[in-house]
């Protein structure tokens, strides 16, 4: 059974830093390209990164650009997003899963936010 479980987050000042972790299970997460999405409230979900199985350069939007790396260790098949100088507008909560077009069921995902 596949399933994406993430942990990690919490809250955080402006300017300050959080990672967050994505345990994979029931396939082998080398094989797949595999991706962070975020939802704030009221919001669409969007995608944040990706992080290629070929183990090309990481693909982030714009607004996370230098602030955001995206990683894996296909060893413990665990995805990882940290996240550096965080600001209110990054306050979502955070989800991983598979790239298209091999998504799965969304996990609960895990909640980040940024205030003072």
């Known amino acids: 059974q596949v399933q994406l479980v993430e942990s990690g987050g919490g809250s955080v000042q402006p300017g300050g830093s959080l990672s967050v972790s994505c345990a994979a299970s029931?396939?082998?997460?080398?094989?797949?390209?595999m991706v962070w999405y975020r939802q704030a409230p009221g919001k669409e979900r969007e995608w944040v990164a990706t992080?290629?199985?070929?183990?090309?350069?990481?693909a982030l939007t714009d607004s996370v650009k230098g602030r955001f790396t995206i990683s894996r260790d296909n060893f413990k098949n665990t995805l990882y997003l940290q996240m550096d100088s965080l600001k209110p507008e990054d306050t979502a909560v955070y989800y991983c899963?598979?790239?298209?077009?091999?998504?799965?069921?969304w996990g609960q995902g895990i909640q980040v936010t940024v205030s003072s």
């Open positions: 899963n598979r790239a298209r077009p091999f998504m799965v069921a």
């Open positions: 992080s290629w199985s070929s183990g090309g350069r990481p």
């Open positions: 029931g396939f082998t997460l080398s094989t797949y390209n």
